[in-house]
């Protein structure tokens, strides 16, 4: 999708100067005392590219299949291997399970499994289940329960009644960068690259019963949320740091977690993080999705792919973001190079190729190769032919539900089917 002509090598890169209200110690950026939430907390080059994945989880009743507004009873009730691993999030039906740090992405994905399934044994004697989807498929906004907690507190006094619409869930993938500058090379870039990560991961097509006609209605819906969608190109880090500062000093939120972009410098890691994608059902499929944003950030910060006529178009960004919302991988992209709209399936296999040396070097081939077979029917498709069955979105709850601690080859798809 707007592939440049030329690639650049490491050494051909540009650094841009740090300037305004940062300062350099030591070749690395960091921040003054008055905005020591922008310190990078970034490692050594060579344990650049590590992993944390963070995802959204919906809890479930096991008869009926609605959502069950537990996670104020369940977290406290959790034993230790999970407190650290599992944690609140805005709503009472969802929680967040949390990897730690991990170089590669067949370890985060094992340490993913464990959690879930651990979360499950612990689940099934309060009679709750637990399903990774974008929406929940008949769940209803007057049912829902805003978790306590002060973080969601705050979040239900400033959002009002738009805290209590119905729960999203979706998939979060950090990636370890040394240097905060990097970081934000990367997030540029990265933002022509979301509306493919989209739609590969769009799995939710059902709202309050209804199919939607749209693969992600879950990003729609999160769009209700200020401070969403796909942020602008930043210059550098200090360009970053004092655009979000004047926004924490002026109180229009507490600290910078509170920018829920598609993408965004994570300080406090010393990351990049890719918010964009829905909460896949299955491991394996969450595997393939964090190879492809690990090769990716890789790809950019190596050598550079995407061209500067997409990356500086945010009009053809945000209508490709929403085309890959209501099409999945049957979206046809805006493509300015071509001048044309360019079908999704058409733009990925020359990424693929791109990324497949990347992957190489980050020990994540068949987590990647793993993807062609999800991109030909991404969750969303799947959900559509479940909920065609006789028991409707019950049953197709019931397999999410099921899916959740599923794994291996014949598992890759939701259906149990390879595609």
């Known amino acids: 999708m707007g592939r440049r002509s030329g690639s650049r090598g490491p050494r051909d890169r540009a650094r841009l100067p740090v300037e305004r209200d940062a300062s350099r110690a030591e070749g690395r950026v960091t921040a003054p005392a008055a905005m020591s939430w922008a310190?990078?907390?970034?490692?050594?080059p060579a344990t650049a590219y590590t992993l944390g994945v963070e995802e959204e989880v919906m809890l479930l009743e096991c008869i009926g299949w609605s959502l069950a507004h537990a996670a104020d009873t369940v977290l406290p009730s959790l034993s230790p291997e999970l407190v650290d691993r599992v944690t609140h999030e805005t709503?009472?039906?969802?929680?967040?399970l949390r990897t730690h740090v991990h170089p590669t992405v067949s370890s985060a994905a094992?340490?993913?499994?464990?959690?879930?399934?651990?979360?499950?044994?612990q689940l099934r004697p309060k009679d709750l289940r637990a399903a990774s989807v974008g929406t929940h498929p008949f769940a209803v906004w007057h049912d829902t329960v805003v978790s306590g907690g002060e973080r969601q507190g705050f979040v239900y006094g400033s959002m009002r009644e738009l805290a209590r619409r119905e729960p999203t869930a979706a998939?979060?993938?950090?990636?370890?960068?040394?240097d905060p500058n990097e970081a934000i090379r990367a997030v540029n870039a990265l933002r022509g690259h979301l509306p493919m990560m989209l739609a590969l991961s769009a799995n939710s097509p059902f709202w309050q019963g209804r199919d939607t006609g749209l693969a992600s209605v879950r990003t729609p819906l999160f769009q209700a949320f200020p401070r969403v969608g796909i942020p602008r190109a930043f210059a550098d880090y200090a360009d970053y740091v004092a655009t979000v500062d004047l926004l924490i000093r002026c109180h229009a939120f507490p600290e910078h977690t509170f920018l829920w972009?598609?993408?965004?410098?994570?300080?406090?890691?010393?990351?990049?993080?890719?918010?964009?994608?829905?909460?896949?059902?299955?491991?394996?499929?969450?595997?393939?999705?964090?190879?492809?944003?690990?090769?990716?950030?890789?790809?950019?910060?190596?050598?550079?792919?995407?061209?500067?006529?997409?990356?500086?178009?945010?009009?053809?960004?945000?209508?490709?973001?929403?085309?890959?919302?209501?099409?999945?991988m049957e979206a046809e992209f805006i493509d300015p190079i071509a001048g044309r709209r360019v079908p999704a399936l058409e733009l990925l296999?020359?990424?693929?190729?791109?990324?497949?040396?990347?992957?190489?070097?980050?020990?994540?081939?068949?987590?990647?190769e793993a993807l062609r077979r999800h991109a030909s029917a991404p969750g969303a498709i799947d959900q559509l032919a479940i909920a065609r069955r006789p028991r409707r979105?019950?049953?197709?709850?019931?397999?999410?539900?099921?899916?959740?601690?599923?794994?291996?080859?014949?598992?890759?798809?939701?259906?149990?089917?390879?595609?």
């Open 261 to 328: 972009w598609d993408v965004r410098p994570q300080p406090t890691f010393g990351t990049v993080e890719v918010r964009i994608m829905d909460a896949q059902s299955t491991v394996d499929q969450t595997a393939s999705l964090v190879a492809f944003v690990q090769s990716v950030v890789r790809l950019e910060l190596e050598e550079g792919f995407l061209s500067p006529e997409l990356l500086g178009s945010p009009e053809i960004l945000d209508e490709n973001r929403f085309i890959a919302a209501r099409d999945g």
């Open 349 to 368: 296999e020359p990424l693929l190729e791109a990324l497949a040396p990347h992957a190489d070097e980050l020990g994540c081939r068949s987590e990647l």
């Open 39 to 44: 310190a990078w907390n970034g490692g050594e």
């Open 171 to 178: 998939l979060h993938v950090h990636v370890g960068v040394d």
């Open 91 to 96: 709503h009472g039906s969802v929680i967040e």
């Open 393 to 419: 979105l019950h049953g197709l709850v019931e397999a999410l539900a099921d899916a959740f601690t599923a794994s291996g080859p014949g598992v890759a798809r939701l259906d149990g089917s390879r595609g």
């Open 110 to 121: 094992s340490e993913l499994l464990g959690t879930r399934r651990l979360l499950e044994k």
